[in-house]
């Protein structure tokens, strides 16, 4: 009897870990990308200072921004031959834009339909509020940043709103709120992920150290560095997830 269990307890094993393994290389993939606005000129009417009037190209406008969006594949996968579409509020305009991969020298394309509506002579209105690209490949890792001139047409002081999608099969954008980074790594997540490695390790350390003062300045050292002990565990743990896939 036992040595039947045996293998059909390994073989439940087995297979449950195919499972786990195969719905987690199948999963939809996201690319976060974020938006940064560096505004560049109001228009204004003051009494005080009197007027002030922002041109683009001899015409009026009501403000002007240099916006910045970045795109990074963290997921476990090379990803080729993607469109990605940027697009603006309906009260906001694209004036112009560039992007490149900072892995390559090259600079991206619009997709062959959108140069196609440009070359026309007649692109139509929507053209000043979406930018068709087309992504050669964004390797595990890769970093794309588009850097466009908007402004937006309704009020001054308000910032244009963009957002980047994709038809792409299996794959989502996603939206990050920009965090502020720790060697390229989320210093809050990276934080409470040092504290919580700190408090497992201070534990044993505490305990089989017979010294007290030095268990105590050993655990007091792995607190203060708990941050980049954090990094360096999420940094560990991209490479494993690498090698995996």
């Known amino acids: 009897m036992k040595n039947i269990i045996v293998p059909v307890i390994t073989f439940l094993i087995g297979a449950f870990v195919m499972h786990v393994w195969e719905r987690y290389k199948s999963r939809v993939n996201l690319l976060n ?51 990605l579409n940027i697009a603006c509020d309906v009260n906001s305009i694209i004036l112009v834009s560039y992007g490149r991969n900072l892995s390559s020298l090259n600079e991206l394309s619009f997709t062959s339909e959108y140069q196609g509506r440009l070359i026309s002579g ?88 017979p010294n007290k003062a030095i268990a105590v300045i050993v655990a007091a050292c792995f607190a203060l560095f708990a941050a980049l002990i954090g990094v360096l565990i999420r940094k560990l743990v991209k490479q494993i997830l690498k090698l995996l896939s």
């Not at 204004?44 to 009026?60: C, H, M, T, W």
């Not at 930018?131 to 050669?136: G, V």
């Not at 390229?184 to 089989?208: D, H, K, M, R």
């Open 33 to 83: 990308y974020e938006v940064w606005h560096q505004p560049l000129g109001l228009t204004a009417e003051d009494i005080r200072f009197g007027s002030v009037k922002v041109l683009y190209n001899e015409q009026p406008v009501n403000n002007l921004y240099m916006s910045t969006i970045y795109v990074r594949n963290e997921s476990n996968k090379d990803i080729a031959d993607i469109k």
């Open 122 to 209: 007649n692109p139509g209105l929507d053209l000043y509020q979406k930018r068709d690209y087309l992504i050669p490949v964004i390797n595990r890792g890769d970093t794309i940043v588009f850097t466009l001139l908007t402004s937006n047409t309704n009020a001054i002081h308000q910032q244009p709103i963009l957002s980047l999608g994709t038809d792409y099969p299996g794959l989502r954008m996603n939206f990050a709120k920009p965090v502020q980074l720790l060697f390229g790594e989320s210093q809050s997540s990276s934080a409470l992920l040092g504290i919580i490695a700190t408090l497992l390790v201070c534990v044993p350390i505490i305990y089989y150290i």
